[in-house]
């Protein structure tokens, strides 16, 4: 019975992710938003590492355990499969972060891509080789190394949400209009409440073992929140842009004239401002994406903006 509960306890955590995974694609291909499918493969990248390193190992420690397998051995076989599932997670916190990158309208620059997976590497390598070593000379110090890769864990994740969260609140002070600066808020609130909760359970877990049950639960079905937020924000934004004011074409031609902005050039700000794509821009003039992209560049640097969004906002 106890081993009943224990798979059950187990599944529903991988369900929910996978609910999770379901929802996140559906977001995806309604809106076909950047940031929507980087937040996608986010999802996708943190349920591999929580299904093969965290329910793997336990699947392994049980399987192991019945076939009655030397303890130190079976330790040894959860512990390196934690950490052969690290890189998983290392992608994962790259797509959250790309994800926050695209929502302001920024494309992710090699400025974090580079010094991020080059840290990352290094620090996978030293910890690989501190594993191998503490295992082999501490007589397999099991609880020992499962303290550390637990502080690792909660570590690498605290990190990397505080920055994503003070990120998002110096952003949103500079450019970000109200119905995408109050969602950013409350989308960076929702993940570092998300990173205290998992934290806190994964260290309540040495102290009582139903915890472990908890922080697995929070790991994987806590982005069903922010998905359901992120779905009515951008059905709002779709909204808001479909829809011109009154005023539009005048507020338009006193912007052309001030900013000198050309006759072509002119149409593709209107459809920006309509919530068309470069592709859907591209079949509506009749012209080439890269020729939109080029048009856009001249608009911005003529404008002085940096996004989209600023731009609809000059004019709106």
């Known amino acids: 019975m106890v081993e009943i509960w224990r798979l059950i306890l187990l599944f529903v955590p991988l369900i929910a992710g996978a ?17 929507s499918g980087s937040f996608f493969y986010f999802t996708v990248f943190l349920y591999i590492f929580g299904t093969y390193s965290l329910a793997g190992a336990g699947i392994l420690d049980h399987i192991l355990t019945r076939m009655e397998i030397d303890q130190k051995i079976i330790h040894s076989a959860r512990l390196f499969a934690i950490f052969l599932g ?41 910890y690989g080789v501190s594993t ?3 295992n082999r000379f501490n007589q397999g110090d099991y609880q020992s190394l499962l303290q550390i890769q637990r502080w690792v864990f909660s570590g690498y994740l605290l990190v990397i949400y505080l920055f994503s969260y003070l990120y998002i609140l110096s952003s949103t002070r500079k450019g970000a209009d109200q119905l995408t600066g109050t969602y950013l808020r409350n989308f960076g609130a929702w993940y570092l409440a998300y990173v205290i909760l998992t934290v806190t359970t994964l260290i ?52 052309v004239e001030e900013h000198d902005i050309s006759k072509r050039e002119c149409e593709v700000v209107r459809e920006i401002c309509r919530g068309l794509s470069n592709q859907e821009i591209s079949e509506t003039l009749f012209i080439s994406v890269q020729t939109v992209k080029d048009h856009i560049h001249r608009i911005f640097v003529k404008t002085g903006v940096k996004n989209r969004v600023q731009l609809t906002n000059m004019i709106r």
């Open 132 to 134: 191998v070593r503490i």
């Open 204 to 255: 309540l877990s040495d102290y009582l073992p139903f915890f472990l049950q908890i922080f697995f639960l929070i790991f994987l079905s806590w982005h069903l929140i922010p998905i359901l937020f992120m779905n009515i924000y951008l059905s709002k934004s779709q909204n808001r842009e479909s829809e011109l004011p009154d005023d539009f074409e005048s507020r338009l031609q006193a912007f």
């Open 86 to 126: 690290i890189p998983f997670l290392a992608l994962a916190e790259f797509m959250f972060l790309r994800t926050i990158t695209e929502f302001l309208g920024k494309k992710p620059s090699n400025a974090l891509t580079v010094p991020y997976f080059t840290i990352l590497t290094a620090v996978f390598i030293l």
């Open 19 to 35: 609910i999770s995974i379901f929802f996140a694609y559906r977001l995806m291909k309604k809106f076909r938003a950047p940031f």
